[in-house]
């Protein structure tokens, strides 16, 4: 049967469904327009996470894949940021050619060189160019290095299979490809990059290798043509003067002076720009400017602070007018021992510049004959300096060189002649010196004449240096002690205490001079085995003496462990010196208070550190083994049972004296009836200066087995008495009244603890009176107690007051 309501049923429902369909729709537009972006995020890690959980719940293979597409991309993100870097080779690129050149010039001057100071040069240069060489080669290994590894890198991931499987899902397929894809992409471009790199690192890399081999192959030339003319140097080389051969004679000296002069210009210049002398450039530019700062700031506070200044600079003759010509001897001196074989010419310049300086300061202040005989021996060194660089023998230079070494002998002969009559001041040891330059001279010249010139021109340069040197010195020695015056005397002047305080120029001088001659005594043999050339020869046969491995017994030793042991030693004994001079020196502490000389005192405790460390640090540098250190315990273990008890009891007591400090230094004490004031608390004794000059020297132990009187552990005071008698009929109140005035009138009698005044005693002839009173200072109790027995005469002799006899 028809329903008529089922159509509309109908109708009205399909409206209905509509109808929400539209309003749903509109909410969730509404709802996506308000959306945060904390809920974007979300969405993205949401879907992120479905992917990776895609992955996970895919094939193992899958897993392996994404692994390796992270670490691929994680290796090359590492080797790009190594690349982008960069290889710096401009340097060595622009420098390269230069060098190249440089060493083919080489060559040929070693194989034309008639000179063995020309070769001596060359090798100076050759020295150079290998550190240079050296540093190029460490660089370019290090890229070489980078390079490979990434080489293995890349290789590793064009051979890796994994990277081609495509997943079996069609949605995971194409993600990974695309990955993958992007992942070949950028080690592509970084496979190009490096076989680029390969190939500019290693092109240059066998250049320098090349340079490297020629290198060594010109050292060995040069080693040969040292070694012929070392032989050739002892037979008639040159045949005699008056029949030189003509080979040498054709030589012109100007044609030999402009060839010298444009190799060492070359030289010069490599040697000021060369990367590895920049550190002795700075250093030796640091030591002119400091000093000079030095002088002037001492010259300026002194000035400043003490009213009696000129008499301060009076006592100097060469830092306070002339501190820049100072600062400039000082410098000249030292700065070629700032290198490592510094070049010939450099070393002459500086010497050179030497004297000179050290002439306009020695004009005033040396005896005339001697600054006569410096202008004289300052011109003959400039053509030493230039004729031992010349890069060819020529007949007129051995004209020269003779008579030169003639004029030199006849002014040296003149001027010990002028010493003998002379009562003039003149540098120790000038005699003898002048002797043995002459005779120096001579044999140079007897060389000369036979026909050895080149080693004719080794002795006359290297005496006439040397000589030279030795004045600089001598004059160095002098400028440093002045320089060293002028900081303890401003430190004088300056109202606080600092560690100019600590020191007595007159107590320092003779122990800092005799070291400072000590050093330049060293630093000259130095410089005389350089200018005969001998300096490498001497440090190869000490390194193959100080290293070649000894045995005795079963023990394996050498002489570089055993001078490093002793080196190390002997720099724990000095530290401990230098600490024992600041502290425990009893003249350095008169300021401090007795609490602060106690402090001092246990200084003891830290120079037995000092030591103890020091040998530990000497058996390790050394390279000793400490079971034999074991070994030497034991037995000096079995020593101690037997003859070293006392040793070690002195050992242990000064241990003891630092940690309670009894006694310290400084103080006033009384032990084995002698009394003194200590000097020192050495480790074993300690050293008491007695009133009557002597020093008693009192083993540790003493100070702690025996009664001790210390006036001094506390304070400095001290209880003077006094026994006063009168005679009988006197009256007894009068006379306390003066005792009691003539101490409470002064003031150095100290008002705590109060002065005491008592009726001690009533002897046969006289009335005792017993006067107790405190001195501050427990040194100069005698004085005052000379003194207040004076006042208490006069005070007796004005009221009348008679003072028995006997």
Not at 73 to 93: H, M, R
Not at 236 to 252: A, L, P, V
Not at 758 to 782: D, H, P, Q
């Amino acid at each position: 049967m028809f329903n008529p309501f089922k159509p509309v049923y109908i109708f009205l429902s399909v409206v209905l469904l509509l109808s929400s369909l539209q309003n749903g729709l509109a909410q969730n537009k509404k709802a996506k327009a308000h959306r945060s972006v904390r809920d974007s995020l979300r969405e993205k890690v949401l879907e992120r996470d479905s992917v990776i959980r895609s992955f996970k719940h895919s094939k193992s293979s899958l897993n392996l894949l994404l692994g390796k597409i992270e670490d691929y991309n994680s290796a090359y993100t590492e080797i790009n940021s190594d690349f982008s870097k960069g290889f710096d080779t401009l340097d060595i690129s622009q420098n390269l050619p230069q060098l190249e050149r440089r060493m083919g010039s080489m060559r040929t001057i070693i194989n034309n060189s008639t000179t063995y100071g020309n070769l001596v040069t060359i090798r100076s240069m050759i020295d150079h160019l290998k550190d240079q060489l050296g540093t190029w080669q460490d660089q370019l290994t290090l890229y070489n290095n980078q390079l490979d590894k990434a080489g293995a890198d890349i290789a590793e991931f064009k051979a890796d299979s994994t990277l081609r499987t495509a997943p079996a899902d069609s949605s995971l397929r194409e993600r990974s490809l695309i990955q993958v894809n992007a992942l070949e992409k950028k080690w592509a471009g970084l496979d190009s990059s490096t076989e680029k790199s390969m190939i500019k690192i290693g092109l240059l890399e066998n250049r320098v290798s090349s340079l490297s081999i020629l290198m060594i192959d010109l050292d060995d030339r040069i080693d040969l043509r040292i070694h012929e003319f070392t032989v050739k140097a002892m037979t008639n080389e040159y045949g005699f003067i008056w029949d030189m051969h003509q080979k040498e004679s054709k030589n012109r000296l100007d044609s030999a002076l402009v060839k010298t002069y444009k190799l060492n210009t070359r030289l010069y210049r490599y040697f000021f720009t060369s990367k590895s002398n920049y550190w002795p450039h700075l250093i030796s530019v640091l030591l002119l400017i400091g000093f000079l700062i030095w002088i002037i700031y001492s010259r300026q506070k002194i000035k400043k602070l003490n009213e009696g200044y000129q008499s301060i600079f009076n006592q100097t003759h060469y830092v306070i007018k002339h501190p820049l010509l100072s600062a400039l001897t000082v410098t000249s001196i030292l700065s070629p021992y700032f290198y490592d074989h510094p070049a010939q010419v450099f070393s002459h310049t500086m010497l050179l510049v030497m004297m000179a300086s050290i002439g306009l300061l020695i004009k005033n202040y040396w005896p005339k004959p001697l600054f006569s005989f410096w202008a004289m021996l300052f011109l003959v060194a400039i053509i030493y300096c230039i004729s031992s660089l010349l890069i060819q023998i020529t007949y007129a230079d051995r004209i020269i060189l003779l008579l030169l070494s003639a004029f030199i002998i006849y002014h040296a002969l003149r001027l010990i002649r002028q010493l003998e009559n002379s009562s003039a001041a003149y540098p120790p040891y000038t005699d003898a010196i002048l002797k043995l330059f002459i005779a120096l001279q001579a044999i140079s010249v007897l060389l000369n004449a036979a026909g050895r010139f080149s080693l004719a021109k080794i002795v006359g340069v290297t005496c006439t240096l040397n000589l030279c040197l030795a004045m600089g010195f001598y004059l160095l020695v002098q400028i440093l002690m002045e320089g060293l015056f002028l900081q303890l005397e401003a430190g004088k002047t300056d109202k606080r205490k600092n560690a100019s305080s600590y020191f007595d120029f007159n107590a320092l001088q003779t122990k800092i001079k005799a070291n400072m001659i000590k050093a330049a005594a060293l630093l000259w043999l130095v410089a005389l085995a350089k200018n005969l050339t001998i300096d490498d020869y001497i440090y190869d046969a000490a390194s193959d003496f100080l290293n070649r491995p000894y045995k005795f017994s079963s023990t394996a030793f050498t002489f570089r462990s055993v001078l490093i042991f002793m080196v190390i030693i002997w720099i724990s004994g000095l530290l401990a010196r230098l600490i024992s001079y600041f502290f425990d020196n009893p003249e350095q502490q008169t300021w401090l208070t007795p609490q602060a000389k106690k402090t001092r005192s246990s200084i003891l405790l830290i120079r037995l550190t000092v030591f103890v460390v020091g040998f530990f640090v000497a058996i390790t540098a050394a390279g000793i083994p400490m079971d034999r250190v074991t070994i030497i315990i034991g037995a000096l273990g079995v020593g101690i049972g037997f003859g070293l008890q006392n040793i070690v009891n002195n050992l242990v007591s000064g241990i003891i004296l630092a940690v309670e400090k009894p006694v310290q230094v400084g103080d006033i004490i009384e032990v084995s009836g002698k009394s003194g004031t200590i000097k020192e608390i050495g480790i074993r004794s300690s050293k008491i200066e007695c009133g009557d000059g002597s020093e008693l020297i009192v083993p540790n132990g003493d100070l702690i087995s025996q009664h001790v009187v210390n006036w001094t552990l506390n304070n400095n005071n001290r209880r003077v008495e006094l026994l006063v008698r009168v005679a009988y009929g006197s009256d007894v109140l009068k006379v306390e009244e003066i005792l009691r005035t003539v101490i409470a009138n002064r003031e150095d009698i100290m008002k705590t603890p109060e002065p005491s005044i008592f009726l001690n005693n009533f002897g046969e002839k006289a009335i005792e009176f017993r006067a107790w009173f405190w001195a501050a200072e427990i040194t100069r109790y005698l004085s005052l107690k000379s003194s207040v027995m004076g006042d208490i005469y006069t005070e007796f002799a004005k009221e009348g007051i008679e003072i028995p006899k006997g």
